[in-house]
């Protein structure tokens, strides 16, 4: 069975850092590409970050651009999110989500149960 397990949030103060990670179970990153997805209360589900299963070709939303980073380790299957320089507008419940469409950075299946980033101001 397909598992996806977030961790690394936490509450920190604007101008901070955070790293996220994603332990995957079920498939390989070989196989499918995977990304970071955030929502907010009262906000849309948005993409943050996707990363291809084949390469290191990425996919980073404007607002995180210069700021966050997304990386992974096929031989482990953990992908983790970089956050640097965060503002209260990050705050959300972050999740990891494979499959996706990397190009438009959506998912297509398996959500984890997510991890809360609390940045105050």
């Known amino acids: 069975e397909v598992q996806l397990v977030e961790s690394g949030g936490g509450l920190v103060q604007a101008g901070g850092s955070l790293r996220l990670s994603c332990a995957a179970s079920g498939f390989s990153f070989d196989d499918w590409a995977i990304g970071w997805f955030r929502q907010a209360p009262g906000k849309e589900r948005e993409g943050v970050s996707c990363?291809?299963?084949?390469?290191?070709?990425?996919y980073y939303a404007d607002s995180v651009k210069g700021r966050f980073t997304i990386s992974k380790d096929n031989a482990k299957n953990t992908v983790y999110l970089q956050m640097n320089s965060l503002n209260p507008e990050d705050t959300a419940v972050y999740y990891c989500a494979a499959p996706i469409d990397l190009y438009v950075c959506q998912p297509l299946g398996y959500w984890g149960q997510g991890t809360q980033v609390t940045v105050s101001s």
């Open positions: 990363i291809s299963s084949t390469d290191d070709s990425t």
